[in-house]
């Protein structure tokens, strides 16, 4: 039977469907990312989290946890709950802690994670079950192994124990390739926050197992790009969150306890995820054509300026600090209040 009303219809379904397949190629765009992070004893990890959780065209696979205090995973999973991403898995290093921050070199600066991990608990680990996170080695493998090859951004905004237990790790359930192999198939590219550029000496390196950053710098089979100390240091954010932030906002809050109401703190953390995120353009660009980072048994790095290597690359502003501070407030309000 044809009945123009049925054949229109059957149109109308065939063209509905040809326009949803052509955008889902762009839902396929979805930058997939795992984040390394050491949210504990700086507040720009929650800002990281922030922008990972509320920015458009991120598929956010798993955040594991450098630091092995239980409140840095459960406030992890708070806030990722609390911007609509409850089912996000999470890692944490073991041997947990219960350590909570303690200001003991400025004495200036306030704790958040418990604040945040008690007063926003709703996500996949409840108040009191951090013991319930995910190994990281095991959450990296088993997340790597399931997605497509060479689809995976890591951006590391802490310290890389994980990383290089995972370059150690040998095959398992998830998959029967090494680290080293399991990385080189899945991961695209490592964004790194640590060190200077093209040399210095920075905490995420140097701060808990320099020996430990330099297995995983100097042995990462694939890209890297890194975000030196100068960047995110020369970048002073956060102060309109804590001002203009709808009231129950948990990351405003985190700033807040952090630093204190209208008051700013470094971004090194958030500018690495957006660059993890959204690449060159408008808000960076590289500071070398090519060469290699080299990591000190001390965790201090150094350029190498082998004109063979052209894998490994630095981040510098594309703007003003000034520019780049004021749409970094704005992608954090707009985050804030898009929940
Ligand atoms: C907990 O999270 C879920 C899913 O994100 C949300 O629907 C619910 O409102 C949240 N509950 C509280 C008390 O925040
Ligand atoms: C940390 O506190 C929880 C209760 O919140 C407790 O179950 C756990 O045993 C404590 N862990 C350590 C290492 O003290
Ligand atoms: C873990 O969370 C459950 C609720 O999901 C709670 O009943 C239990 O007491 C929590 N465990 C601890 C050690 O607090
Ligand atoms: C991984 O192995 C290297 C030696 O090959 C070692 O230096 C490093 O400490 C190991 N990483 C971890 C996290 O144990
Ligand atoms: C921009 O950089 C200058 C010079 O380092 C610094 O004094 C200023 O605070 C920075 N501005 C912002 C918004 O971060
Ligand atoms: C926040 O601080 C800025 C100066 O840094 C000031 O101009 C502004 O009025 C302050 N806002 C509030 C609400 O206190
Ligand atoms: C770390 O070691 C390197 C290489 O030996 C050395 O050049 C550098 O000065 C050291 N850095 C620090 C901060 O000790
Ligand atoms: C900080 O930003 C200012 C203004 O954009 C710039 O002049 C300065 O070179 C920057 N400092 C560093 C260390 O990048
Ligand atoms: C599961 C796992 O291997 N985690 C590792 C993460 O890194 C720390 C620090 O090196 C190791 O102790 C953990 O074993």
Same mark, same amino acid.
């Given at each position: ?10 149109? &109308? ?6 326009? &949803? ?14 984040? *390394?992070?050491?949210?504990?004893? =700086? ?16 598929? %956010? %696979? ?24 409850? =089912?996000?898995?999470?890692? &944490? ?10 200001? =003991?070199?400025?004495? @200036?600066?306030? @704790? ?11 996500? +996949? ?55 080293? *192999? ?25 701060? *808990? ?15 890297? +790009?890194?975000?030196?100390? @100068? ?5 002073? +954010?956060?102060?309109? &969150? +804590? ?25 090194? =953390? ?11 353009? @408008? ?57």
């Amino acid at each position: 039977m044809f009945h123009p009303l049925a054949y229109s219809y059957q149109r &109308l379904v065939q063209i509905t469907f040809i326009a &949803l397949s052509l955008i889902n190629p762009i839902e396929s765009h979805s930058k997939n990312l795992i984040i *390394d992070t050491d949210i504990f004893s =700086d507040v720009d990890d929650a800002g990281a989290l922030l922008l990972a959780s509320t920015l458009p065209h991120v598929n %956010l %696979l798993a955040v594991n946890v450098n630091y092995p205090s239980s409140y840095s995973a459960l406030a992890a999973s708070a806030i990722l709950a609390y911007y609509g991403h409850p =089912d996000v898995p999470i890692g &944490l290093r073991r041997p947990i802690t219960n350590e909570s921050f303690f200001d =003991d070199w400025a004495y @200036e600066l306030g @704790e958040y994670t418990s604040k945040v991990a008690y007063h926003w608990s709703n996500g +996949t680990l409840p108040w009191g079950n951090a013991s319930k996170s995910w190994e990281p080695v095991e959450l990296y493998r088993k997340t790597l192994a399931c997605q497509a090859d060479g689809s995976v951004t890591i951006a590391s905004i802490g310290f890389l124990e994980n990383l290089s237990a995972l370059l150690n790790s040998t095959a398992d359930k998830h998959s029967h390739l090494s680290g080293p *192999d399991l990385v080189a198939a899945k991961v695209s590219k490592l964004v790194v926050m640590g060190g200077g550029y093209p040399s210095g000496y920075e905490f995420n390196f140097f701060g *808990d197992d320099p020996g430990v950053t330099a297995h995983a710098v100097n042995n990462w089979p694939g890209s890297i +790009t890194f975000s030196g100390t @100068e960047l995110g240091g020369n970048v002073s +954010t956060g102060a309109r &969150l +804590t001002v203009e932030a709808p009231a129950h906002d948990p990351v405003a809050a985190a700033y807040r306890w952090y630093i204190g109401y209208n008051n700013t703190r470094f971004s090194w =953390d958030p500018l690495t995820v957006l660059y993890a995120i959204s690449g060159l353009g @408008e808000w960076f660009e590289y500071g070398n054509t090519y060469g290699y980072n080299y990591v000190h048994p001390n965790g201090s790095n150094e350029w190498g300026y082998d004109a063979k290597r052209k894998d490994q690359h630095w981040l510098k502003l594309a703007d003003s600090n000034v520019t780049v501070a004021r749409k970094l407030d704005k992608l954090f309000l707009d985050g804030a209040r898009a929940v």
